[in-house]
Structures are given as C-alpha cells and as structure tokens.
C-alpha cells in the first residue's frame, strides 16, 4: 500500500466511530449476490449443453461416416497359386 492510502486509513480509523452504512446496503448486496449466483447457474448449465451436443455430434458423426474403418483397398492382391 502506499503511503498516501496508509495515512488516510490511519486518518479514518482513527477520527472515531465507524461510518454510518446505508440501510439498504443488505438488499442491495443480497440482490447483486442472487444475480451473479443466477448468472454462474446459466453459464454452467450452457456449458453442459455445449458440451453435451458436441457430444451427441460426435456420436452421430461416427454412426454416419463410420471413420474408423479402414478404407478398402483399392489394388488387388497378387494373385497366386493358380
């Protein structure tokens, strides 16, 4: 902390009793607290979405594509033995 912001803390703390805090500071705080806990609730819940349909995606992109085959080959063997 610097000096400047120490001194004036020191002032404050030592001019006496505690500041007067508004009294509807709690609902404020309640609410602004509800909101972010609200908020973090529907970026997770998109996040599990997201992920849940990049999931299903792939899972229907295999079913379809089929990519783990390999692919036929496209030279014959030698034929041998005839």
């Given amino acids: 902390m610097s000096d400047r912001k120490e001194n004036e803390v020191r002032r404050l703390l030592d001019a006496g009793p505690a500041p007067v805090v508004p009294a509807d500071l709690l609902d404020e705080v ?3 607290g509800a909101r972010l806990l609200r908020r973090r609730v529907v970026v ?3 996040v599990w979405w997201a992920v849940f349909l ?3 995606a792939f899972v229907v992109w295999v079913s379809v594509a089929d990519p783990f085959v390999p692919p ?3 030279v014959t063997p030698p034929l041998q033995g005839w």
Avoid: M
Wanted: aromatic share 8%; no cysteine.
């Fill in 30 to 32: 309640v609410h602004r």
């Fill in 72 to 74: 036929p080959s496209e």
């Fill in 44 to 46: 997770r819940r998109l």
């Fill in 54 to 56: 990049g999931f299903l």
